[in-house]
């Protein structure tokens, strides 16, 4: 749970799984407050100082942070992995995504599920074509990730705290 002051406005960015912001390490992200630097004057501050971005900014913030090597993002990490031992394996994803295997495949899994469920799939369906051991089973993961239930997916509409994806697969 966070506070959230009166009148206040928030744009968030979605990278894809391994995207680094250098000055943050992944494992200080994880269900916890990492305030950014702002100046008095409302700029970020990562090299220099820049506008907070509105929505239609947001990718020129991106390619702003990619340039000064602030984000990072290796995709070959994943292929090195296969030389290490299982437990290497989990420590050394948990270091470079702050979530272990299992946690980012779970995430992704119901995800995938809120999506289907939105675009109008009956959650019985989706949890047997997701492998969920149940509707319950799905319920629980939907709960605990997203925290809404089937239904307040299913009738979300432009929820602007929504991650979810609007194309429904």
Do not use: C
């Not at 090299?47 to 942070?65: H, N, Q, W, Y």
């Not at 995938?112 to 997701?130: C, E, K, Q, S, T």
């Amino acid at each position: 749970m966070a506070l959230v002051p009166p009148d206040s406005s928030f744009l968030g960015i979605r990278f894809a799984l391994g995207v680094v912001l250098r000055t943050h390490p992944p494992t200080s992200l994880i269900d916890r407050f990492a305030p950014l630097p702002v100046s008095p004057a409302g700029q970020l501050r990562f090299v220099g100082e820049r506008e907070i971005p509105a929505f239609d900014d947001a990718e020129l913030l991106v390619r702003d942070l990619l340039a000064d090597k602030l984000l990072h993002w290796d995709p070959s990490w994943v292929d090195d992995l296969g030389s290490f031992s299982d437990r290497s394996r989990q420590r050394r994803h948990l270091a470079r995504v702050g979530l272990t295997r299992g946690a980012a495949a779970r995430i992704e899994q119901v995800n995938r599920a809120a999506a289907r469920i939105r675009a109008g799939h009956r959650p019985a369906d989706v949890a047997h074509d997701l492998g969920y051991f149940d509707q319950p089973h799905l319920a629980h993961a939907l709960k605990r990730y997203i925290g809404k239930t089937a239904t307040e997916v299913a009738t979300q509409s432009g929820d602007p705290l929504s991650f979810l994806p609007d194309d429904g697969e």
